[in-house]
């Protein structure tokens, strides 16, 4: 039997009708999440991660709320349609881009060159930029993705393989390249603690107890390295609009860091399976996806349309959607969650009938839907589109 949260009653009882598959949102338990991240963040503005949500109204929703601004967005095109559409004039790009259609609407448009941060990590980006893009017409603004991750000596690397730039001296060369090259604005600086913000450290394992022992001599080295970074951009560069860091799973060390001006957040606001999993904070379940009944092979099994979402990361059992209600239900070992139909055991259900998921990682589900069931008190009030609902697929 799996442990997670089940489903509230207020919650199942507004979408009993509705058609399924669905992607369902408790309104309440959002707000609530929202309050617990600004919060833990003491005063740090958050910038929404928009990869973790991926419906552009929820996306606004969070961003009217006090704590919150601006969006840390994972790719140019969705950035750019964030702008258009009105949702927020301040989006930083987390990932380097190589659409050149996408900087082109950029380097011509000025009301999207003020308000989209491109993201670089090495001198090649700077140099494929200007070989590849003609002269912008507008000052473009950039950000240096400097990598976090711990390196405490003898070749061991604990954290993501993100940025080729890791120390202070590397991130200052990078930013000289940035300042000589034409048209090109440096104003921010991100570092991501993937080691830190994004695994989980509860119960007490072995594992969890090596992450903790890991998270607890990895915190104070970064804090340092970050010090340090900052200081080389900005003896280089300038002063900087912003210092980026952190996520959902660390914003209480992050933003106690002088260094750091903006946090960002995006997985706690609809908290995720692969976020049960940590010790200082337990966000409120807020979305689930609803599969119905379409077999029942045998006496206590049935099978549901679809249930493949399987999150990215490396491949393990923590990376399945957990069926959360009924309770008891369980995967057959044989099958798993399969793409088009998944078999579960521990329960006997009629056809038809509704199975609760929730995913192991945020905004992937959103993948999956056209739009969003927005559960506010005991009835379906709003119907959010999604990014596919758009038509939008964003890499």
Wanted: aromatic fraction near 6%.
């Amino acid at each position: 039997m799996n442990s997670s949260p089940a489903v509230p009653n207020h919650v199942r009882s507004a979408v009993c009708d509705e058609r399924l598959p669905a992607l369902v949102l408790d309104l309440a338990a959002i707000d609530s999440n929202c309050d617990d991240l600004r919060r833990r963040a003491r005063g740090t503005p958050i910038r929404v991660a928009s990869k973790s949500l991926r419906i552009p109204s929820l996306i606004a929703h969070v961003l009217e709320k006090p704590g919150f601004h601006g969006v840390l967005a994972y790719s140019l095109q969705e950035a750019i349609d964030l702008v258009r559409a009105g949702i927020s004039d301040d989006v930083v790009v987390a990932y380097p881009s190589v659409d050149k259609q996408a900087l082109l609407s950029l380097y011509d448009d000025p009301s999207l060159s003020s308000s989209i941060t491109l993201m670089v990590d090495s001198v090649d980006h700077i140099q494929w930029l200007q070989d590849n893009i003609h002269e912008a017409n507008y000052p473009i603004r950039i950000c240096l993705d400097v990598d976090a991750s711990w390196r405490p000596g003898g070749g061991v690397h604990v954290g993501m393989l993100r940025s080729p730039t890791h120390n202070p001296a590397e991130a200052a060369r990078v930013a000289e390249a940035i300042v000589r090259a034409d048209g090109l604005n440096l104003v921010g600086v991100m570092m991501y603690e993937g080691h830190i913000a994004g695994v989980g450290d509860a119960a007490g394992g072995i594992r969890q107890r090596i992450i903790r022992a890991m998270q607890k001599a990895a915190r104070p080295a970064l804090a340092k390295q970050r010090r340090a970074v900052v200081d080389a951009v900005t003896a280089v560069a300038g002063p900087l609009e912003f210092v980026n860091g952190g996520g959902t799973g660390s914003l209480e060390s992050t933003s106690a860091e002088t260094a750091v001006t903006e946090v960002a957040a995006g997985s706690g606001i609809v908290g995720p399976t692969l976020f049960d999993t940590y010790a200082a904070f337990s966000p409120t379940p807020a979305q689930w996806f609803v599969l119905p009944v379409v077999r029942r092979p045998r006496p206590g099994t049935v099978t549901v349309a679809g249930g493949g979402r399987i999150a990215s990361g490396p491949a393990g059992e923590d990376r399945l959607p957990t069926p959360v209600w009924p309770e008891g239900l369980e995967y057959v070992s044989t099958e798993g969650a399969g793409e088009v139909q998944t078999p579960l055991t521990g329960a006997d259900l009629a056809l038809g009938d509704p199975v609760w998921f929730r995913h192991a990682k945020a905004g992937e589900s959103a993948e999956h839907a056209i739009e969003a069931l927005v559960v506010t008190d005991c009835a379906v009030t709003k119907r959010w589109t999604t990014y596919r609902g758009e038509g939008r697929i964003y890499t």
